[in-house]
């Protein structure tokens, strides 16, 4: 394991420990102020999150959260099978005349498809 700060710069950080970097696939050690240098160098704002050694560690880190957001389907995103979001906007597509009301425009009431969009969104809720 390496035991001095992964910073390419020299490193006068004498008084902080080093901490191990937080990709599971690196051992190298950083201290915390380089770890935060590093990751705010390719964020927009101060970085709180996870120490890193260097930008492939930060970025590999950044893929894997990218990677864990799982999309899931209208037809799975209810609370049982049989309600889902394609279940809520199916009825409502059926019932009265919103099909007609979204198709066109309803000019006799002044309603536009966002305000019918709205309207879904809060049944769906």
């Known amino acids: ?6 910073l390419r710069t020299k490193c006068l950080k004498l008084g902080e420990n080093l901490e191990k970097c ?3 696939d690196c051992a190298n ?3 915390p102020t380089c770890g935060k240098k590093i990751a705010e ?14 930008k492939r560690c930060f970025k590999q880190h950044k893929k894997a ?4 957001t799982v999309r899931v389907g209208w037809y799975k995103d209810g609370p049982t ?4 979001s394609m279940s809520v906007i ?21 309603s536009i498809r966002t305000v019918l969009a709205n309207q879904l ?3 769906i809720r």
């Open 29 to 31: 050690m950083i201290h």
């Open 1 to 6: 394991m390496n035991m001095t700060c992964k």
């Open 65 to 68: 959260l990218a990677m864990a």
């Open 90 to 110: 199916v009825d409502w597509l059926t019932t009265d005349d919103n099909y007609i009301r979204w198709h066109g425009v309803d000019k006799h009431n002044g």
């Open 41 to 54: 160098r390719f964020e927009e704002d101060e970085w709180e999150g996870p120490l890193f050694c260097s």
């Open 22 to 24: 937080q990709d599971p």
């Open 81 to 84: 099978p049989e309600v889902s």
């Open 121 to 123: 969104v809060q049944v």
